[in-house]
T-cell receptor
């Protein structure tokens, strides 16, 4: 199993550009999440999904969209990038929700100029 | 919403010395508790977790954590650290009643000094 994969690993955007961060898992997990990691702030939840077709907002959802058309994929879209979205983004999946072990991808380091 | 406090942002410790990384959470409702470790330029990996039962939980590499409900704490300890334990450690919590969201602390950077 590849586990949780994320692409790209690095990305530089200009303010106002849009892009999609890809996340895929091959463990048949129902629960998937997107986090951003910023220095001194730990991980903050952006959006999450409890199954195909079901998504919900986390702590910091503004400026991001998600969709979950399949169990395997959970892309994160930046609609109009801003410098405040410069961060490291992690995707995670878990089989059993709140009691489950989260499996994290390797992360995407995004810089917005 | 839950909040998780990790009281120490950086902890330097000499090799083979004991270490304790502190974690407190905000709510007195029933929770699941986790410690994750992040090595440089990698994603997070589960170190250990408390779901129910014995309040003392252990990892395979010698770490342990004790759930203290009255103090709403879940401190991580290791009696003798190794160079390879140098990493960032995150405490996390999820609510048993609404377990779809995990809340992370700000992390503690553990540096083991030779």
């Amino acid at each position: 199993n590849a586990g949780v994969t994320q692409t790209p690993k690095f990305q530089v955007l200009k303010t106002g550009q849009s892009m999609t961060l890809q996340c895929a898992q091959d463990m048949n997990h129902e629960y998937m999440s997107w986090y951003r990691q910023d220095p001194g702030m730990g991980l903050r939840l952006i959006h999450y999904s409890v199954g195909a077709g079901i998504t919900d907002q986390g702590e910091v959802p503004n400026g991001y969209n998600v969709s979950r058309s399949t169990t395997e994929d959970f892309p994160l879209r930046l609609l109009s990038a801003a410098p405040s979205q410069t961060s490291v983004y992690f995707c995670a999946s878990t089989r059993t929700g709140g009691s489950g072990t989260q499996y994290f991808g390797p992360g995407t380091r995004l810089t917005v100029l | 919403a839950q909040s998780v406090t990790q009281l120490d942002s950086q902890v330097p410790v000499f090799e083979e010395a004991p270490v304790e990384l502190r974690c407190n959470y905000s709510s007195s409702v029933s929770v699941y508790l986790f410690w994750y470790v992040q090595y440089p330029n990698q994603g997070l990996q589960l170190l250990l977790k408390y779901l129910s039962g014995s309040t003392l939980v252990e990892s395979i590499n010698g770490f342990e954590a004790e759930f203290n409900k009255s103090q709403t704490s879940f401190h991580l300890r290791k009696p003798s650290v190794h160079i390879s334990d140098t990493a960032e450690y995150f405490c996390a919590v999820s609510d048993r009643r609404n377990g779809n969201q995990f809340y992370f602390g700000t992390g503690t950077s553990l540096t083991v000094i030779p």
